[in-house]
């Protein structure tokens, strides 16, 4: 059957892209994404018991994609994940976009509460995290929760479907092309449009595709790190003030720029398993809590010649890191790392701190990240400690690798057109985002886009 539009994805710039030309036309679109469906994206991950057996990961794909079983934290400033200003042109006009996604979640069951901190409450600890060379960034956030995100995600999907969004799941996009998309079934797909936001599980065949398709790229940087585990205490102060604190620190050594990302309060470290390598994550759930905080410190990464492709070096460090983990991230004691030696079950069980993901293997987080990385990171964490102390406790847990990848940016004009005419990208795949909230706008600027080629505004 042909198509007038085909989406490659259907995480959230996909949904909201098919939500936002179903809205505006009676076109018939098609979202085809190789996961589940919501109910059936269960992974033992999502049990704190690690994943062994989802290839390709739960997690990753499926209708909402990484979102749908994260802890579902919605950034709500355009310059976080991203940057609308600079993709708009106009910086009132991204936050009425922001504003735009925002809502839509809330009209699908994102709960009302919104976590922003007062002028008072941001300046004192800016102030306190400035005295030490680190820099605090509020934000008003949205938590919708790793228990009630698939719920919003299935919410959303139900609508669409009753707008007219067909949806094919369970099939590989193998080639795409001006006007068809070819399937890993042997069959091919025809549309006027073809939409490609695989989400950042498919960043690396977006990138070979337009490479084969010669549509220019440009590399951007990646986020290496770990994911820091801490008794939930330690953090609550700063948590009552932001939900999900952001930091920027720049260790002494290198200058590098590191940040805190993804801060799960009462919440469980889990994995990602992609194609040939284990990474991990957080998720915090709104019901069911652990006794620990866990957040992601990542030093940002960009590489020039010889070898300016920054995935592919994130993806040796993975991969270097899974071997030395036997199949499973490495967790290591921050007494440990600091001392040069691995960590064994008896050590971390001196600790005060009880792992919440026991899928690990004991080790030495430094024999797999490079030792630039871990000398910022541990600088980090010494800094970060006058802002909150206790997390460069010696019982401190570390897990790795955490990375975020950031895709081969496609250029585009400004609707997200490539240079094949017809065909637009969208979301964290296509290098245009690194968030939920940003993913969608995306979705949203390219959906428009081709209503506009329809003269359809």
Request: proline letters at 5%; aromatic letters at 6%; a neutral charge.
């Amino acid at each position: 059957m042909k198509y007038d539009v085909v989406i490659v994805g259907a995480g959230p710039a996909g949904l909201f892209a098919g939500r936002e030309i179903a809205q505006q036309s009676k076109m018939k679109i098609l979202i085809i994404d190789m996961g589940r469906g919501v109910d059936e994206r269960f992974c033992p991950a999502t049990e704190y018991k690690g994943c062994t057996k989802c290839s390709p990961c739960a997690i990753m794909s499926g209708v909402g994609g990484a979102g749908t079983l994260s802890s579902g934290l919605l950034n709500l400033k355009p310059d976080i994940g991203g940057d609308l200003g600079q993709l708009l042109h106009d910086d009132a006009a991204a936050w009425d976009l922001v504003k735009y996604v925002d809502d839509i979640f809330l009209e699908n069951g994102a709960p009302q509460q919104i976590f922003n901190p007062t002028q008072d409450e941001a300046e004192e600890l800016e102030r306190k995290a400035a005295a030490v060379g680190v820099r605090f960034i509020p934000i008003p956030q949205r938590h919708i929760g790793t228990d009630n995100a698939p719920n919003v995600i299935k919410k959303f999907e139900e609508k669409i479907r009753l707008q007219g969004v067909k949806l094919l799941l369970k099939k590989r996009v193998l080639r795409i092309n001006e006007g068809s998309v070819s399937l890993n079934d042997g069959s091919k797909i025809t549309a006027k449009y073809i939409l490609v936001a695989p989400g950042r599980t498919g960043a690396n065949w977006l990138a070979n595709e337009a490479k084969r398709l010669r549509i220019p790229t440009e590399y951007q940087p990646i986020d290496i790190g770990i994911r820091v585990e801490v008794p939930a205490v330690v953090m609550d102060p700063i948590i009552k003030i932001n939900r999900d604190p952001k930091f920027h620190i720049y260790p002494d050594t290198y200058d590098d720029q590191v940040r805190t990302f993804c801060v799960n309060s009462r919440g469980y470290v889990v994995q990602e398993v992609y194609d040939d390598f284990i990474g991990v994550n957080g998720a915090a759930m709104t019901e069911k809590t652990s006794k620990n905080t866990n957040f992601a410190l990542l030093v940002r990464v960009g590489l020039t010649e010889p070898l300016e492709d920054t995935t592919a070096y994130g993806r040796t460090i993975a991969m270097q890191t899974t071997t030395l983990g036997g199949g499973k991230p490495l967790i290591q004691r921050l007494r440990d790392l600091k001392r040069g030696r691995r960590s064994n079950w008896d050590r971390i069980n001196q600790g005060h701190v009880r792992p919440t993901l026991i899928h690990v293997t004991p080790g030495d987080v430094s024999m797999g990240l490079t030792h630039r990385i871990v000398t910022d990171l541990l600088e980090a964490l010494e800094k970060l400690d006058y802002v909150i102390p206790g997390v460069d406790s010696h019982s401190t847990l570390i897990y790795a690798p955490e990375i975020k990848f950031s895709a081969n940016r496609i250029k585009t004009n400004d609707d997200l057109e490539t240079n094949i005419e017809n065909m637009f990208v969208a979301g964290d795949g296509a290098g245009l985002s690194r968030g939920l909230v940003t993913a969608a706008a995306t979705g949203v600027i390219a959906a428009r886009g081709i209503l506009k080629k329809e003269n359809i505004e």
